[in-house]
């Protein structure tokens, strides 16, 4: 029985691409195979990066046969490739096997190359500088898509991947035990093995998930994307500032900062005449302080749809000189992909998006 892409049947409840190396075991006992062609189809799926079962040149035909009708794997479909003329940075925009869209962003850097991916088809969360919630949300992302986003990008360029962003289109607490299962997957010294300190997951402020994540005792960086600095300005700018305030938000941070052991990152996205007067900035690092938190500024970029400016440049370095002298770290994102809408706040699916509310139209009417 397959719904929605998972296989209902094996136990784990998870598509071939999402299981664990024990689930995957376990999948092959159930199906008369030996043990160990768990390790082989996991090397193949993870670290080769193959995507159909008959590439799997030391499988038997026969198994390979079974496999493939009852578990198909899970694969995106590359439907455009954007490079930008001003950075070479590439925005890929990705269909799901129901056509779903989701987009990516591939960055390099001198510390290697890096991937912004998509953790939902669209976002609810409904923040007024960002693009990707325009359309809302259609539907979370499966672990295997998560991670199929990274491994169709290392196969296009034929390049490794170091670090991974989890930044794009949709909020990833939101969808909180598939993003999970994602990390541990991405992680594991059996697939593609990232350095968990080389994974960032970002997030608007759903506290009660924070302090999940950090129970989890993962290696990794959390992004606390604030942007404001009292709750009245941030509700006026996030929604989710109407069901958690800044200080419970910070109270969360502390929690994850103690658990883990790793800093806090504080996402502020400058907006001119908004968010950017010498009062934030004190304000900010006041939070800031307690926490060791890094500030990172990111001037908003432009999106049509919504009225937000950019901070000047020259207002942008004395908000970050503001802050410097009030001793807390402090940096300024790089630009990349501004020409091609893949800079932060601009992922969207603008040319067809129509097929993402099409397909939910078609869901709600089932």
Not at 44 to 56: F, Q, T
Not at 159 to 164: F, K, L, M, N, T
Request: glycine fraction near 6%.
């Amino acid at each position: 029985m397959q719904e929605n892409g998972v296989h209902k049947e094996s136990g784990a409840g998870w598509d071939i691409k999402s299981m664990t190396m024990d689930e995957l075991t376990a999948l092959m006992k159930e199906n008369g195979f030996p043990a160990f062609r768990a390790k082989q189809l996991y090397r193949w799926i993870h670290v080769s990066l193959v995507r159909e079962y008959s590439e799997m040149r030391n499988i038997p035909k026969a198994m390979a046969e079974k496999l493939s009708s009852e578990y198909p794997l899970t694969t995106v479909r590359m439907i455009d490739r954007q490079v930008s003329k001003l950075d070479g940075t590439q925005k890929y925009l990705f269909a799901m096997a129901d056509n779903s869209l989701v987009e990516s962003v591939f960055m390099r850097y001198k510390f290697g190359n890096s991937v912004c991916i998509s953790s939902q088809v669209g976002c609810r969360m409904g923040c007024r500088f960002c693009a990707s919630t325009l359309d809302g949300l259609i539907r979370s992302l499966t672990p295997s898509e998560m991670l199929d986003q990274i491994y169709e990008i290392q196969r296009v360029t034929g390049e490794r991947v170091s670090h991974i962003v989890v930044m794009g289109t949709g909020e990833p607490l939101d969808n909180y035990d598939n993003l999970v299962r994602f990390l541990r997957l991405l992680t594991d010294e059996n697939g593609l093995n990232i350095s968990q300190r080389n994974v960032t997951v970002s997030t608007c402020g759903i506290v009660p998930r924070i302090y999940d994540l950090a129970d989890e005792k993962f290696s990794i960086t959390l992004a606390l994307s604030l942007h404001a600095v009292t709750d009245e300005k941030r509700k006026e700018i996030m929604p989710i500032a109407n069901h958690y305030t800044i200080a419970e938000l910070m109270e969360a941070g502390r929690y994850y900062f103690d658990q883990t052991g790793r800093q806090v990152t504080f996402e502020y996205s400058l907006i001119r005449d908004v968010n950017d007067s010498a009062q934030d900035a004190q304000m900010l690092a006041e939070l800031a302080r307690p926490l060791k938190a890094h500030i990172n500024l990111i001037p908003v970029n432009p999106v049509k749809e919504r009225g937000y400016r950019q901070t000047k440049d020259a207002g942008v370095r004395a908000f970050q000189k503001k802050l410097e002298k009030s001793g807390i770290n402090v940096s300024i994102r790089r630009v990349l992909g501004r020409d091609i809408d893949g800079a932060c706040g601009q992922l969207r699916h603008r040319h067809i998006s129509g097929c993402n509310e099409q397909n939910a139209s078609s869901r709600t009417e089932e």
